[in-house]
Nanobody
């Protein structure tokens, strides 16, 4: 069965950096687009960044230039490198797989940006 396990969240000061990881299993990882979503307190979940099977990337305007999504197919892992973090980046970050039929989510990892 599909499993997505995020890690790497934590508390960081404004301007700091974090790297999130999502380890995937149960499907042919290298053939799928993978996505990071985030959900801030009191807000709806929103798409943050996407990486296709070929490595093409797309970002929400709010994080463009500060965050980088990448993937390591040998490790079945995607990453989200987050730099120049702002308090408004505080959210639970989720890894997502959409197969075209089924939608899978990880358990999420909390990122808190605060001084």
């Amino acid at each position: 069965q599909v499993q997505l396990v995020e890690s790497g969240g934590g508390l960081v000061q404004p301007g700091g950096s974090l790297r999130l990881s999502c380890v995937a299993s149960g499907f042919t990882f290298r053939t799928y687009t993978m996505t990071w979503y985030r959900q801030a307190p009191g807000k709806e979940r929103e798409l943050a960044a996407t990486i296709s099977a070929s490595g093409s990337t797309n970002y929400a305007d709010s994080i463009k230039g500060r965050f980088t999504i990448s993937r390591d197919n040998a490790k079945n892992t995607i990453y989200l490198q987050m730099n120049s973090l702002k308090p408004e980046d505080t959210a639970v970050y989720y890894c997502n797989l959409w197969t075209g039929i089924y939608n899978y989510w990880g358990q999420g990892t909390q990122v808190t940006v605060s001084s």
